[in-house]
């Protein structure tokens, strides 16, 4: 098990998420908020220093105002808890807050419109690790077109953040060899956690010494 920084600011993060979901409900900068039943903001722990990002509410999502979960949802739980982690401990976000039609895939004036949301969301949670789930998340963190199948298991720092990159579950959910490839993206994933995390701590017990 491997340490976990908590910030104290838990609160004001909260209470900011608070407010730009109040924001965010009263979009339309794309023509989703009419099609969608729910907005799906995201969720999780607001102090985490670790934060998922998918791509766009599905059908149970959009029921019920909730990111994952659905099955990619269930196999998301799970491989989050291979992290030695439980779900509610991380947070989880879209790239997209509302369900396009049918699960179709988003279009690039819908990722334009809903990405600076998410962009306030990392600036309020300021996590230090970013898990991109499947090519659109990464697409719009790396701002280059992905091909998972070069890029998955990878990490980049990026503005001090460490953004891994690995399929989307549901990718899993009907290929083998992909759940593989992701378990042992996950197995990195909890590498570079743990490795980053014991080197913070040597600094930070040098800087106290
Ligand atoms: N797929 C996603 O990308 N996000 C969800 O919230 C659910 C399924």
Redesign the pocket.
């Known amino acids: 098990m491997f340490h976990l920084w908590v910030n104290m600011d838990g609160k004001s993060k909260k209470e900011d998420l608070e407010k730009l979901e109040e924001e965010v409900i009263n979009c339309q900068k794309c023509s989703l908020w009419k099609s969608k039943t729910n907005l799906?903001f995201g969720e999780g722990n607001p102090s985490s220093e670790i934060m998922f990002i998918?791509?766009?509410?599905?059908y149970h999502?959009d029921k019920q105002g909730r990111?994952?979960v659905?099955a990619?949802?269930k196999l998301l739980t799970e491989l989050i808890e291979s992290l030695g982690l439980r779900r509610e401990n991380v947070y989880i976000a879209?790239v997209l807050k509302c369900r396009p039609p049918n699960n179709r895939d988003p279009k690039p004036e819908e990722i334009d419109a809903c990405y600076p949301w998410l962009e306030r969301q990392i600036e309020i949670i300021n996590p230090k690790f970013i898990c991109t789930?499947?090519r659109y998340s990464a697409y719009v963190l790396l701002k280059i077109p992905i091909n998972m199948s070069t890029y998955h298991g990878k990490f980049y720092d990026i503005q001090n953040k460490l953004i891994f990159i690995t399929y989307?579950p549901?990718a899993a959910l009907y290929h083998r060899k992909i759940l593989e490839e992701i378990k042992n993206d996950f197995l990195s994933f909890k590498k570079l956690i743990e490795d980053k995390s014991n080197k913070d701590i040597k600094r930070q017990q040098l800087s106290f010494w």
């Open positions: 799906v998918g791509e766009a509410p599905g999502e990111p994952f659905g990619a949802g879209n789930l499947g989307h549901a």
